[in-house]
């Protein structure tokens, strides 16, 4: 593989990583250790062997090199917020880019070259000032390493695509220690637009940037008996939608502070639409789902990009609890609808909640043979379990209804699955989601880039094809 910086030679001591790397290298017992191994799911209560907070990409290929000769496994964190805590492991070397998140952009050229530590709102933040920016998730704290790699549905993403689709560049720490440019690389530039970070560390993303303006969004709220009729006619609605209407829902305890007090505390739906053409047009673009399913209560306005970015930031904080279980649906309506509903009443937590999506657009209209899969979902619904500590006795409850409530939707299961929302999964379960051909062609792209699976914790591409699914990743 030819590279832009050539594998040195192995780091095989402690004493020679610390004189190389640039920023702190961080064991148990030293001051900050503790912070730095915490990720956003306080469920994973991890410790390292070594924290390595890389400052800048020479770093980064110095504790893969350290890390590879001294036989540890290796993790990589970019934003710390995947669900299954891939981030963290005990015993392992933790290579942090938390510290890398510089941004600069090319206006001209509708580029932003974003570190591998960035989190959404770091890159939002350097793009929104030139009316641009990547299509990417809706909480703004979430990293843009693990979303980015594994896929990223969010707000523009009908409109635009998702923001795997939008990797135009990246600079990569190989499992060797050498750094390459994946736009030399083809074959793992089209790997790492959707699977994962199997194949290295991306130190800098180079990422195309849309227009982004202002935005119309509508809330409307209906109590859960209200919800199947509701249901229908968000189906009807979503299906019908140009690619700048962008409909989502939520089913979960009442706690708005806009509602009025006698609909709050129970469970409900939340039909949320986000309209990004002209703002004017949105309350009229809104009007046929209104008009066929009337809210018990809502609320409308008009949100800078920045501001739609950052309104789920406060709904799951770090270091709560989480569970996650997601699935693609065929459908939403009938039968399915009515199971999410008693999903809804019986669950267990007025934190937890169930997210859907209807998808299409630019999404399902992108590259059919690109890595990410499943580009032909019509929805993707999650049961996001979210708790505290001091419920943590409980952690087996709010776990079984997150899965409890995927599996009684699987007759009406699309098939697949999507990569960033997954829990720790058994080795055939990957292969399943990417599917035969594509999972053969990124083992194929694994195997000359990392054939000694150094990056496997993630969900994994082996690099050599097993028929054993009873393998668990990680
Ligand atoms: C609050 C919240 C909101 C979310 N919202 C959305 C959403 O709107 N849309 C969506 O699609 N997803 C969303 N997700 C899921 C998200 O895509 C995944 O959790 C993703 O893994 C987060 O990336 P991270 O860098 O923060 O995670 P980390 O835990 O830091 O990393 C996860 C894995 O990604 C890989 N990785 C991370 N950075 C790099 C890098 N620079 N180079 C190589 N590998 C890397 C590593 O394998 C690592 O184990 C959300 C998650 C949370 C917790």
Request: proline letters at 7%; hydrophobic letters at 45%; one cysteine or more.
């Amino acid at each position: 593989v030819p590279a832009v910086i050539a594998a040195p030679s192995h780091i095989t001591s402690a004493a020679l990583l610390r004189s190389q790397f640039t920023g702190p290298l961080l064991r148990a017992g030293d001051p900050g250790y503790d912070q730095a191994r915490r990720v956003w799911n306080g469920m994973f209560d991890r410790r390292p062997a070594l924290i390595a907070r890389c400052r800048c990409t020479a770093d980064a290929a110095a504790a893969v090199r350290y890390a590879t000769a001294a036989g540890l496994p290796v993790t990589v964190r970019g934003g710390g917020h995947n669900v299954a805590g891939t981030a963290v492991a005990d015993g392992a070397v933790l290579i942090d880019l938390s510290l890398m998140r510089r941004v600069t952009v090319d206006a001209g050229r509708r580029l932003a070259h974003a570190e591998g530590g960035c989190l959404l709102g770091d890159l939002d933040a350097a793009t929104a000032p030139h009316g641009l920016a990547c299509p990417a998730g809706v909480v703004s704290h979430t990293g843009v390493g693990g979303l980015a790699l594994g896929g990223g549905y969010g707000w523009l993403a009908r409109r635009w695509g998702l923001t795997c689709d939008h990797i135009a560049g990246a600079e990569v720490v190989l499992a060797d220690g050498s750094v390459v440019a994946a736009e030399d690389h083809p074959d793992l530039l089209w790997a790492l637009r959707g699977g994962g970070g199997n194949f290295g560390i991306v130190t800098r993303f180079t990422l195309r940037l849309r227009p982004a303006g202002p935005v119309y969004r509508h809330v409307g709220m209906y109590p859960a008996q209200d919800a199947p009729a509701a249901l229908a006619a968000y189906r009807d609605f979503a299906e019908a939608q140009p690619d700048d209407m962008h409909a989502v829902g939520a089913l979960q305890r009442a706690s708005a502070p806009w509602l009025p007090a006698a609909l709050r505390d129970r469970p409900a739906l939340f039909l949320t639409t986000v309209w990004l053409g002209d703002p004017a047009a949105g309350a009229q673009m809104t009007a046929p789902l209104l008009a066929a399913a009337p809210p018990a209560a809502q609320t409308a306005g008009v949100l800078s990009h920045l501001e739609l970015q950052a309104l789920g930031d406060h709904s799951e904080p770090h270091g709560h609890r989480y569970y996650t279980r997601s699935c693609y649906l065929a459908e939403l309506t009938g039968e399915p609808a009515a199971e999410l509903v008693r999903a809804a009443v019986e669950n267990p937590s007025a934190l937890s909640c169930i997210d859907f999506e209807y998808l299409g657009g630019a999404i399902a209209a992108g590259d059919p043979d690109s890595a990410f899969p499943r580009r032909d979902a019509p929805y993707i619904c999650t049961a996001s379990a979210h708790w505290t500590d001091r419920d943590r006795h409980r952690d087996a409850t709010h776990i079984a209804w997150a899965r409890g409530t995927v599996d009684r939707l699987a007759r009406w299961q699309h098939g697949g699955n999507y990569v960033n929302y997954m829990q720790a999964e058994p080795a055939g379960k990957i292969a399943e989601l990417y599917g035969a051909t594509r999972y053969a062609r990124l083992a194929a792209v694994k195997r000359r880039y990392d054939p000694d699976n150094v990056f496997r914790a993630n969900q994994n591409i082996r690099p050599q094809i097993s028929n054993d699914p009873s393998g668990v990743n990680q």
